[in-house]
Structure formats: structure tokens, C-alpha cells
């Protein structure tokens, strides 16, 4: 399993960009399904962008457009740049993998997480 640690979060106002980063150890991580999911205040987690080991990806309806997800494999770290940032967006960011899975938005997939780090949006 891979050791996950998100950075990169804080507070911005609407139609800014801030930018995520998580920084991987623990295995080569080429191979893994990796991505980014949040979880709003009183809400359930949710998929936010994935890729895979082949660099396929797959975005949620509500981001598509608007966040970047991308593999820096010079250093070991998963990237998701948020432009024209809303107050829906306020959650806990959370970033995950797995070996054994592809291309999947559902978190109840992922057997590796972070801590996350906070993303607040005011209007």
C-alpha cells in the first residue's frame, strides 16, 4: 500500500484557483488508479477526479472543466489544480489509490487514503 499525504489546501473566494498536491511513498505508483475525492460538511464523501496507470482520467460532472487532475512522477506526486473555485467546492480534499481497480469515482474503491487537508470557498 502507498502512504498519502495531501497539501496545498486553504481558503479562497469564489472564482479563485488553489492547487492540491499528494505526495506518494510506499510502492511505485505508475501502476495504481489514483485521485482525489472530497467530503462537504454533513455530507457523504464523494469522487472528485481519478486516474489510472495508463493516464486515463475521469472527472465528476460538477468539476469537469474547472479541476485538473496529473501525475509529476519525477516527484512522486499527485496534482489536482482548481480553477473557478465555488462555495460547493468547501470540503475536505482527500486523496486515494489502489492497485487492483481502474478508472473509478466510487471511494468505497480505494484502500489507501490520506489525511486530507480543508478547502473553504467563500461567496
Known amino acids: 500500500q502507498l502512504t498519502l499525504v495531501e497539501s496545498g489546501g486553504g481558503s479562497v473566494q469564489a472564482g479563485g484557483s488553489l492547487r492540491l498536491s499528494c505526495s506518494i511513498s510506499?510502492?511505485?505508483?505508475?501502476?495504481?488508479?489514483i485521485g482525489w475525492f472530497r467530503q462537504p460538511p454533513g455530507k457523504e464523501r464523494e469522487g472528485v477526479a481519478v486516474?489510472?496507470?495508463?493516464?486515463?482520467?475521469r472527472y465528476a460532472p460538477s468539476v469537469k472543466g474547472r479541476f485538473i487532475i496529473f501525475r509529476d512522477n519525477a516527484k512522486n506526486t499527485l496534482v489536482l489544480q482548481m480553477n473557478s473555485l465555488k462555495p460547493e467546492d468547501t470540503a475536505m480534499y482527500y486523496c486515494?489509490?489502489?492497485?487492483?481497480?481502474?478508472?473509478?469515482?466510487?471511494?468505497?474503491?480505494?484502500?489507501?487514503w490520506g489525511q486530507g487537508t480543508q478547502v473553504t470557498v467563500s461567496s
Open positions: 486516474t489510472d496507470g495508463d493516464g486515463s482520467k
Open positions: 486515494a489509490a489502489n492497485k487492483a481497480i481502474k478508472g473509478t469515482l466510487d471511494p468505497h474503491d480505494y484502500n489507501s
Open positions: 510506499g510502492d511505485t505508483y505508475s501502476s495504481y488508479c
